[in-house]
């Protein structure tokens, strides 16, 4: 078995194949939390577009916190549900994130630390546990969010490939 190594340019290219489609998908102009939400995504996706793993973390941090917030604040359970799952999905960016920010600090070249392999394993945990839980909601006759639970569940999908990717390349 030939391990096929992507040097660090071709990942921050996977990074940003696998991300910025998102960014722009769905985050029409919301006022309140739930606008401060989606600004704070799309401030994560912008900073990793830029090359800013830590920037990008600390910003989905703050929008898994948003989530969080607005799930606590929200009576309708299936609207509930699907703001917690948003809260997962962004807490497994946060974790993918902060990964690729210890690997560049490690000096960028595999065999990863065990630091970053547990946070990609801990991204993994948080992502599929999102993508299932996303999945197991009924769709929402509300379009506005219909197209949320949709774009979560095409995130989570991609964010499980690219970590498996990952950690396949990073020897973890």
């Known amino acids: 078995m030939k391990l096929v190594l ?3 340019p071709a990942i921050w290219v996977l990074f940003i194949v696998l991300t910025v489609p998102y960014a722009g998908n769905g985050l029409a102009q919301v006022s309140g939390e739930l606008g401060e939400m ?3 995504e799309q401030k994560a996706e912008d900073a990793i577009a830029n090359g800013d793993p830590e920037g990008a973390a600390l910003s989905i941090g703050k929008a898994a916190l948003m989530a969080k917030i607005l799930a606590q604040k929200e009576e309708h359970q299936p609207t509930r549900f699907l703001y917690q799952a948003a809260e ?3 807490r497994g960016q946060e974790q993918g994130y902060r990964a ?3 690997f560049e600090r490690a000096g960028g070249q595999p065999p990863a ?3 970053v392999c547990q946070y990609l394993s801990h991204a993994d945990e948080k992502v599929k ?3 299932n839980d996303l999945k ?3 769709d929402f006759t509300n379009e506005s969010l219909r197209d949320r639970q949709q774009r979560h569940i095409g995130k989570t999908q991609e964010w499980e490939r690219l970590l498996q990717g990952l950690k396949q390349d990073l020897s973890c």
């Open 6 to 8: 992507i040097q660090p």
């Open 38 to 40: 989606d600004r704070l």
């Open 88 to 90: 997962t999905l962004f």
């Open 100 to 102: 690729f920010a210890l």
């Open 113 to 115: 630390s065990k630091g």
């Open 129 to 131: 546990q999102s993508q």
């Open 136 to 138: 197991a909601l009924a």
